[in-house]
Every structure is written in structure tokens, then in C-alpha cells.
């Protein structure tokens, strides 16, 4: 079965300092992942992805991802947090095995950037 | 490209009323809507999966009586909460897959905001 574990609930940086939300996964054959962003009352916005190539993802507003497939993690990050990055984060996976197109979500982490 | 439109952003309704939920594809022909429940803090619960023309695939504890999906079109996905109750207050979001959306992962309606009173 295919999971997504975002270990920290919350995470909180300084303006201005490099930014990381945690992501692992559990799937069987090669994964996709996805990060998306939430702001509140709103729908899910697309952040990055990877599918295959290049480990490191680069995506929506200066946000990168690092995918490592030897420790099944991929990681969000960002060299300089801004105030605007406060938000919901969401890890996903969809695994070329699972039925259909069917998406696991991990439970989102919120990001606190203060100023 | 791949907008999707969510409609209503908000409505509240009486207990034991009915509402239905839009979702739409503007620019691409959704072949697959999903239909996500998300409570309050906590990420997003898969209710149902509805390919065009279908039946739509509910996920087990779903009740598929209470939470109607149509999927009548290729630009259009409905959920209607049928006999709603207050406990079926939360906040529903669609995505659409269809050709071209790959590159998107899915595609995210602005979600709805069901109170129900």
C-alpha cells in the first residue's frame, strides 16, 4: 500500500532563512510526487513535481524539492522563506501501480514564516 | 492552462436540505473529477473518483446515497449532499485529470465551504 508521512505538523522560520518541509513515501514501482500549497478557505495550488530525471525539482514561487530515492524522502525547500510562503504544505504520491490515478496525501504541514 | 472552476465557494443550508457542488474544467476535457472531503487541520480525505460517463468509485466508508456524483460531461463534475446534516459541514474540493493536465499533477478547484445549520 502507498503512504506519505510528513513528520512535523509545524514548522516555523525567520524571514529570510532557508526553509524545509519533510516528506517521505512508501510505494511500490517508481513513484510521482507532488507538492502542493493551500491557503486558507482555498483549493490546492500546484507547487512541483517529479516524475523522473533530474532528483533535484525546481517549481512555483522559488520553491525546489530534492527527490532521494535511497531514503524515499522528498523534501520541499526554499533558500529564503518570505512572510507569503505562510501557508498549508501537501505532500503526494502516485504510484504507476495504484488503480486508476488514485493520489495519497499526506496530512500537510503548516508553514509559519515570521517577519 | 487546466483551470477548474468550483461553485459554490460557500453555502450554508437547514438540516436535512440538499446541495449540490460544481465543478468544471474551463480549458481541458476532464476525463477523471475527484471529489475530496478535508476537516478542519487535516489533509485531504478521497471520498469518490468519477470517470466521464460513469459511475463514480467511492471509497469505503463513503456513503455513495448521501453524496451523489454525476459526471454527465467531459467539463463537468456535480456532488450533491443529499438530506444534509450538520456533522456533513466541512470543506469539499474537486480535481480533474484529463489530456494534457499530466504536467499539473492534478488540477485543484478553489473548494466549498458546507455549513450546514
Known amino acids: 500500500a502507498q503512504s506519505v508521512a510528513q513528520p512535523e505538523d509545524q514548522v516555523n522560520v525567520a524571514e529570510g532563512n532557508p526553509l524545509t518541509v519533510k516528506c517521505t513515501y512508501s510505494?511500490?514501482?517508481?513513484?510521482?510526487l507532488f507538492w502542493y500549497v493551500q491557503y486558507p478557505n482555498r483549493g490546492l495550488q500546484f507547487l512541483l513535481k517529479?516524475?523522473?530525471?533530474?532528483?533535484l525539482v525546481k517549481g512555483s514561487y522559488g520553491f525546489e524539492a530534492e527527490f532521494n530515492k535511497s531514503q524515499t524522502s522528498f523534501h520541499l525547500k526554499k533558500p529564503s522563506a518570505l512572510v507569503s510562503d505562510s501557508a498549508l504544505y501537501f505532500c503526494?504520491?502516485?504510484?504507476?501501480?495504484?488503480?486508476?490515478?488514485?493520489?495519497?496525501f499526506g496530512a500537510g504541514t503548516r508553514l509559519f514564516v515570521k517577519a | 492552462g487546466a483551470v477548474v472552476s468550483q461553485h459554490p465557494s460557500w453555502v450554508i443550508c437547514k438540516s436535512g436540505t440538499s446541495v449540490k457542488i460544481e465543478c468544471r474544467s474551463l480549458?481541458?476535457?476532464?476525463?477523471?473529477m475527484f471529489w475530496y472531503r478535508q476537516f478542519p487541520k487535516q489533509s485531504l480525505m478521497l471520498m469518490a473518483t468519477?470517470?466521464?460517463?460513469?459511475?463514480?468509485?467511492?471509497e469505503q466508508g463513503v456513503e455513495k446515497d448521501k453524496f451523489l456524483i454525476n459526471h454527465a460531461s467531459l467539463t463537468l463534475s456535480t456532488l450533491t449532499v443529499t438530506s444534509a446534516h450538520p456533522e456533513d459541514s466541512s470543506f469539499y474540493i474537486c480535481?480533474?485529470?484529463?489530456?494534457?493536465?499530466?504536467?499539473?499533477?492534478?488540477?485543484f478547484g478553489s473548494g466549498t465551504r458546507l455549513t450546514v445549520v
Open positions: 480549458d481541458f476535457q476532464a476525463t477523471t
Open positions: 510505494v511500490s514501482g517508481n513513484p510521482y
Open positions: 480535481s480533474a485529470f484529463g489530456q494534457g493536465t499530466m504536467n499539473y499533477g492534478y488540477t
Open positions: 503526494a504520491v502516485r504510484g504507476i501501480n495504484t488503480g486508476g490515478f488514485k493520489t495519497i
Open positions: 517529479y516524475i523522473t530525471g533530474d532528483n
Open positions: 468519477s470517470n466521464e460517463g460513469s459511475k463514480a468509485t467511492y
